[in-house]
């Protein structure tokens, strides 16, 4: 598995759609979630109406609320880059027909799709370090700019909200990843997951989600699962809100934790078992 994994890591390195794909998600980070948001706040355009006044929602942007706004992009554009990037690992093979010149050579299947799980999760451990640092530079320096005093998060609270972001953006890895294997397309991997992620979780879930039977089903979908545990880093004050699935959570975080954690596990063991039984082939 160490020779896939070093394979892997070569390709995913190598793969511009990556690094594309890495540099919307940071500056979609930066420029919608900071410089946006603190433009506005600090000179509200005319007829600017909000419950609280933009001086305090200004501070959505500085340290303090770190956490809330990373995991506020993770549901959306941060599920999207990772999905992507998880399905091309795996479909790409099939498109370019290396799969079975991979596999005629000595590692066998399980050892192969290992080295793409290893891969997938170091590479979306780093996308969420470099998420935290870029947030925590463009926070501090907004700061600078607006005269405050930079307040940063608890040690304990940074760990638990990266914890918490890394499953988050493994868990949608591992679904791209899994599409990738079972349709062996990248066009219909990606294209099923991103209808997936953008209108099953997200355009039904905010039309429909009060609805009792649809409400119900929405508890056990990942996007919930998300929301229940961005729902425990709240921004500071607690009356300021941001992020997808508008409204209270429907799950409490620890089920969110749960959930995600299910979802994981069972995208990996779903992969497995495909790759390992399915002619590659056919």
Do not use: C
């Amino acid at each position: 598995m160490i020779a896939s994994l070093r394979a892997d890591t070569l390709k995913a390195r190598k793969r511009t759609a990556n690094w594309i794909l890495v540099g919307i998600l940071l500056a979609w980070l930066i420029l919608l979630s900071y410089v946006l948001d603190y433009f506005i706040f600090k000179h509200p355009p005319p007829g600017f109406r909000s419950e609280v006044p933009p001086s305090v929602l200004i501070r959505i942007v500085f340290p303090e609320n770190v956490i809330p706004t990373v995991l506020s992009v993770l549901g959306t554009i941060g599920a999207a880059v990772m999905l992507i990037m998880g399905a091309l690992s795996t479909a790409s093979e099939y498109g370019w027909s290396t799969v079975q010149t991979i596999l005629v050579q000595k590692p066998g299947r399980g050892a192969v799709l290992g080295g793409k799980i290893v891969n997938l999760a170091l590479t979306s451990l780093i996308v969420t370090l470099v998420l935290f640092l870029v947030a925590a530079a463009a926070s501090l320096i907004l700061a600078g700019v607006d005269g405050r005093a930079a307040r940063l998060p608890a040690a304990s609270d940074v760990v638990r909200g990266f914890g918490a972001a890394w499953l988050v953006l493994g868990v949608y890895t591992a679904l791209g990843m899994t599409l990738g294997v079972v349709f062996r397309s990248t066009a219909a991997a990606i294209g099923g997951g991103l209808t997936y992620v953008f209108v099953v979780e997200t355009v039904i879930g905010s039309l429909l989600g009060n609805t009792g039977g649809i409400k119900e089903i929405l508890k056990f979908l990942p996007g919930t699962a998300v929301h229940g545990v961005t729902g425990t880093f709240p921004f500071s004050p607690t009356a300021i809100t941001r992020g997808s699935g508008g409204g209270p959570a429907l799950i409490s975080g620890t089920r969110g934790l749960i959930t995600l954690g299910v979802y994981l596990l069972a995208f990996i063991a779903i992969s497995l078992l495909v790759f390992s039984r399915r002619d590659v082939g056919a």
